[in-house]
């Protein structure tokens, strides 16, 4: 407790040790501190419980042989201290590295022992909180070697407690059984399948053990030196996929050093995916734009940001309303939307609007009636459209693993491709060479066989008759054909379907084009399916925000001739072109448009990003953009959830989006709040009514509309993840 032999008097430092470290005498000046707070609160002085720590020691003595050829050898920097002669005093003996990069070198030949679970270890919490000893129960143990063969994940079976948590949730949750008990008794322990490197497994690397681990035996394989460090949390949402997970941010000074799963409003349990549980290191890229950049013959040099919006405004004025124009990424939080719209019609003059991730590409399908993914344990068969939805929307994915298992509901897959994702994870799979043929072909066939609910189509339904007149007009055996599928394949999967009472079918905007979207709709309408519980569809955005972007109406759902997400020609012919949060260049899916070469010929392009893409190295001037987590605001998921989010982290820029785009704004005589909430409740006054319930449309759509120009949501960061995860 550090309390003298006078009870009112405490001592710490040097005074109790003789000439020591600093950092010494403030770990004792804090033991002091709070037993002089006892005391003086007429507490009972008592010392400070000491947590369990598991030490190497505990079990036999550390010698230097045992760590030779595992770790380079570096020599170590001798560290400059005071002559002996001068020290009869309370003066640091030690004097401190000549320079930084002397001691950054010295701290790399740290061997990294402590465990960076040290302050969430259940084991310890444990262990501390009933005294346990580690010394008392001494005997035989095990040394196993750790396992960095995994670019994510590491393997410490000397910290494996053998709970299996690990192998279970990769069995009943992921679905990927990467993991298992190798032997029984005293030789267990938890083992890649058959024994071999996690990258031979069919391990999908979601993390999902990492997060299930009670102990240190399972880690992140970061790229930066780890240790047992105290971190802070900032909680914000996933700006990855569609589903719309809450995650937590832990960080030192701002640096990100892991992020867990939080309770959200999708992922209740906490499990996250590959995404956010690896994909944190945008947030730490020391390549970040963090100053607006304006070209110039010698390159990009950087400018303020006033005169950056002055060049903008400049610009704009000198083209006219019509050769502006303004395309938004899916990417972007709903405040941000809202104050593009803005800017190009109050302020441009125009809706001359769009995203490129849309271009070519309009779904119509109003899909607040689709079902929600906590019914999925409620359905008696899961369908899936090709998606590899345990890749691209990881949650989903292991809510329809889980199912699987927990509630053994069958899985049939639908796909063009022989090697896909999910396939040795569902019951039944179905070789199809086109979806949008393949769900013609059944709606062909239920209409054909009279196996519509009547009541659905009689009394939900308007122009029901009309597509079908002009569905059961196309010849069936050629949509068999476009298909790839046999009459008698297709018979069976569409009774099977027809009869199911439950039936869940699932499909994404990045596997499924507009028209096999409003084809699903008909079949789910044919069927009595849409709207009911545990039936119908889900479907799946490619990007978090994507739902908002439609809402926004930046980017049209119907044809609309001064919206620009029909048509990729109009969003490139102007004068002017500013692009917040997308890389069309880096992102360009197909080889018909050349879109490098029309970017290229914009007389002035600004681009928003947070680093240099493909698309920003041919801007004349380039934005630093924040980051959502720096930023907030809100995004809406595939599910018309709205997720709120507040700003936990401190911008790299000196002004966020909002402040950006407000200030923009300002310079044409707009005045608009910079807080996100604020903002959000000016959005909300100005939505239009809601429009009143009417009967449901079946749509006839005579050809299919495939076109999908840009990959990766045209999301740089995407983009980057996807790139940088199959290079590790």
Known sequence: TLQTGIPSVFAAGDGVTGPATIIEAIAQARIAARSAHQYLSGELV??????FISRKDNFKQQLPEDYAGRFDSLPREEMPVLPACDRGNFCEVELGYPGEETARKEARRCLECGCVVFFNCRLQQYATEYRADQRTFRGAFKEYAIDFRHPYIEIDNNKCILCARCVRICHEVAGADALGLVNRGFETYVAPSMGDALTDTPCESCGLCISACPTGAI???????????RTEQAETICPYCSVGCAVTLKHINGFITGTTGAPGIVNTDTNICRFPKFGYNIYNGSSRIIRPLLKTADGFREIGFDRAFDFIVEKIRAAGPSQTAFAAGARLTNEEMYL????ATAAAGENRYGSFHYAGRVYRRDRRQDAPLTSLKEASRIYLLGTEINRDFGVAGFMVSNARFA??????????????????KVDQVIRV???????????????TKGLETGLCLRDRVTDAEGYRTRLLAEPFEKLLAEAGISAGELASFAEQYNREQHAILIWSEKESSPNTAIELNNLALITGKLGKTANGLIGLREKNNAQGLLDSGL?????????LSGSLDALLRVKNLLIFGEDPVGCAAVTEYDVNGMIRKIPFLVVQD??????????HLILPASLPAETGGSFTNTQHFLLEFDPVLKPAPALNNLQQLSSLLGRFGITVPVDPKEIFRDLIAHLP??????????????????????????????RRFGANFTGR
């Open 433 to 447: 060479k086109s979806y949008y043929a393949f769900i013609k072909a059944l709606n062909h066939y239920l209409l």
């Open 340 to 343: 593009i719209r803005k800017l």
């Open 46 to 51: 008592i010392p400070v419980e000491k947590p």
């Open 689 to 718: 009514p809601p429009s009143k319930q009417e009967k449901m449309q079946m749509e006839y759509t005579s050809t299919d509309n495939p076109g999908r120009f840009f990959r990766d949501g045209c999301d740089d960061v995407v």
């Open 555 to 563: 980017c049209p759902t119907g044809e609309d001739e001064n919206g």
């Open 610 to 619: 947070y680093f240099m893409t493909e698309t920003a190295r041919h801007a």
């Open 219 to 229: 880690t992140e394989n970061v790229i930066f030196k780890p240790g047992p460090v």
């Open 407 to 424: 509630g053994n509901i069958p899985v049939t897959l639908v796909t063009t491709r022989e090697a896909h994702a999910m396939r040795r």
